[in-house]
């Protein structure tokens, strides 16, 4: 019999109950004990719902991330916060964000919290984690009570429970060293923990643990590759067996490796890695289970399941027992429950598959598997009419858009001249002192920005009424701006819901869902549009709004776009043809945007790529053809503009060091970039590279309540000036300030423009 079971399920709630209870809690307006019974609901409630699997996954449940829980698990706490009183949830909120909750955190209230830990992506996720951080007498500790009492929890419930944690070499590889010490020196110390956990599980009579080491799937030098043998060498006597999970990608040169370490199974990612299953189960011993991710864990289109069948029948004739189906990787990345949607169009709902819909999925292979196609005839027969609907339909494909993709040149790319003459012009037209201060785009979104949202809606507010609303907004936004003395304004985006989803909403080819949420970090969620179709751009997206904004203030003001980069990676996209064409259709929708700003008036034009780094390829030999089509479509967005026009672009939270040259080949005339989280770290890719455009590296992180001073501003703006000119330097926040409060927005921003102006008195 072929064995089903899960990797992880989704942990923000189908209604984002995790979120608002995480917020309140944040905000002192609920106590610790509501915010871990919200915790306690939602568990119950994942593990009810997943309880026809073969083994259900205990510890995919994070209050912000699961990165940040294996660290407390092993407790590698930073030193920062060692100090601190109060409950061990409140230090966890600390590292993740700088301050735990309202009214309970005196010492945060009194010193301005801590310095929240780096934050960064996930792989070649949209997730966010907290990067644990090392040092050279880095110590840990097993501290183990939040895996026992789930694992209780869910035994009361009657699951059979799987526990999830990340392995001991992926969770130093996802790390960074601090005094720039070899983490891998570091393994002898962290292997008996490990040893101690694994010996917890036996204890509690645990029968598999789930060892998820996604490092396996990225290149890897050679001690690295070492580091796999002698960790699962020095846990080989343990008394419980492990499934080792790999997703993302393919192992390739890993897969021999994988296969020899001593474990009792091997997880494959089947979407990403079908051809290596075979090579796999040549390699692996007679006795280990070879677990198959055979429905797609990161996007939300339908399996096609007679063909998925076609290669699993076999395998499973081969493999028997052995044979263990999942997801490709856990479900984290995709939303909970497609029955929510109910305003979704029905044809195109009917081509997709949220979380629960992809464990009925699995359900139906292994029924077929187990007790044959018969036995689960007409779900395969409602899966083959879907699959053949969205085959044939002809809102998938647009003749047009694609007689323009096939005329698309190198000159579509091409500014009209270099950046040392265009540079000259702009100068001139905007004259801005030295040290520029701008912001990233978005201000906070408000009580009543979100009031007058939802009413327009729901038809309780006229287009007209909603438009005065979003006016009044821009115009605060616009006046708070000019107070507080900033050089290059922006509307502050108050009618836009999410920078993609509100781009999607109007573009051809594109669908959305009602309850779509996915958790970016921590309580943040977004709603990845549902790239179906060709895209094309019926209509002006955001120049009413710019045009609008700009005739409030006589300050320069930016018009703001997503990338056409960001719009790919930040949505679910069509797996029918490849990502390139489906990026290009993009740019050529934005680019007409683009230029319609342009013929407005307006001479700065920000064109966010926030996610350009996140779409490389987990293996370096791949980056040059995505970085090349990717940087391409940024091009074609945004070079058809004049000389006079200043190019803006945003990268926030990436490492960006290694492709730094690719970045410099999009030839934007200003960078902004995240470099408050890592104290300038992000710059030294300019030790060696002489970046010839401007950068605004980030000083103020937006993703903290903390509120940075005048003086460390200055600090880090000087350390920028080591790198950069400083003629060529910008001072501006991380990232967007949406997420933010008014009351916090305010005075980081007064320091900011103080900041500038100390800058400008001392060069």
Known sequence: MATAHNLGFPRIGAKRELKFALEKYWKGESSRDALKATGAELRARHWKEQAHLDYVPVGDFAFYDQVLDMSFTLGNLPERVRGFHGDALDNYFRVARGRSAQGADDHAACC??????????????????????FEADTQFRLDAPRLIEQLGEARAQGVNAKPVIIGPVTYLWLGKAKDDSDRLALLPRLLPVYAALLDHFAALGVDWVQIDEPALVTELDPAWRDAFVTAYDALSARRVRLLLATYFGPLQDNLALACKLPVDGLHIDAINARDEIEDAVAHLPETAVVSVGAINGRNIWKSDLEATLAWLEPLHRRLGDRLWIAPSCSLLHVPVDLNSEAELDAEIKSWLAFALQKLDELNVLAGALNQGRAFVADALAANAAAIESRRRSPRVNNPTVKAAIAKIDAALGQRQSAYEHRAKKQAAILGLPAFP??????????????HARSQFKAGALDHAGYKAAMEREITRAVKEQEALGLDVLVHGEAERNDMVEYFGEQLDGYAFSRFGWVQSYGSRCVKPPIL????SRPEAMTVEWIRYAASQTDKPMKGMLTGPVTILNWSFVRDDQPRSVSCQQLALAIREEVLDLEKAGVRVIQIDEAALREGLPLRRSQWK????????????TANGVRDETQIHTHMCYSEFNDIISSIADMDADVITIETSRSDMELLDAFDDFDYPNQIGPGVYDIHSPNIPSQEHIVNLMRKAAERIPA????????????????DEVIPALKNMVAAARTLRQLA
């Not at 310095?115 to 996930?122: D, H, I, N, P, S």
């Not at 179906?532 to 895209?535: K, M």
């Open 532 to 535: 179906f179709g060709d895209i």
């Open 112 to 133: 301005g919290g801590v310095a929240a830990g780096e934050m960064t992506k996930w792989f070649d996720t949209n997730y966010h984690y907290i990067v644990p951080e």
């Open 625 to 636: 053809a995505y970085l090349r089509w990717a940087v391409e479509s940024f091009r074609i």
């Open 437 to 450: 201060t701008t912001t990233i785009g978005s201000f906070p979104q408000t009580d009543e920005i979100r």
């Open 727 to 742: 003629e060529r330097l910008w001072v501006n926040p991380d990232c967007g300030l949406k997420t933010r409060q008014w």
